[in-house]
């Protein structure tokens, strides 16, 4: 059975850094056809996504986190990564990894293009 489980949430201060893992099972892996992503979702606002994992192996991460978040894999554990630094007070929320069956999407950064989705882990960043 297809499953995506979140940890590594926490508190963290300002400028502080914190690593997410994301454990796959039932398959999902990018090696096997799948795009991987990592998403958030502060209270009431919408999932934002935050970097994707393509079937290439490619990585990348959005315009707000480049150059504070990566985002990396291991396929021999079925293990996905966010490690994030410098944070700001603005990246608190909960973080969610995902994964897409569909292998056509028109933006991988959209949480419709994704079937699967974990749990959920908080972050919380304060000054």
């Known amino acids: 059975q297809e499953q995506l489980v979140e940890s590594g949430g926490g508190s963290a201060q300002v400028g502080g850094s914190l690593r997410l893992s994301c454990a796959a099972s039932?398959?999902?892996?990018?090696?096997?056809?799948?795009?991987l992503g990592w998403f958030r979702q502060a209270p009431g606002k919408e999932r934002e996504g935050v970097a994707v994992?393509?079937?290439?192996?490619?990585?990348d991460v959005a315009a707000s986190v480049k150059g504070r978040f990566t985002v990396s894999q291991d396929n021999a554990m079925n293990m996905m990564y966010l490690q994030m630094s410098s944070l700001k007070p603005e990246d608190t929320a909960t973080y969610y990894c995902?994964?897409?069956?569909?292998?056509?999407?028109?933006?991988?950064?959209?949480?419709?293009?994704?079937?699967?989705w974990g749990q959920g882990t908080q972050v919380t960043v304060s000054s």
């Open positions: 995902a994964a897409a069956i569909v292998p056509v999407c028109l933006n991988w950064y959209s949480a419709s293009c994704y079937e699967y």
């Open positions: 039932g398959g999902i892996s990018s090696t096997n056809g799948n795009v």
């Open positions: 994992i393509y079937r290439t192996g490619r990585v």
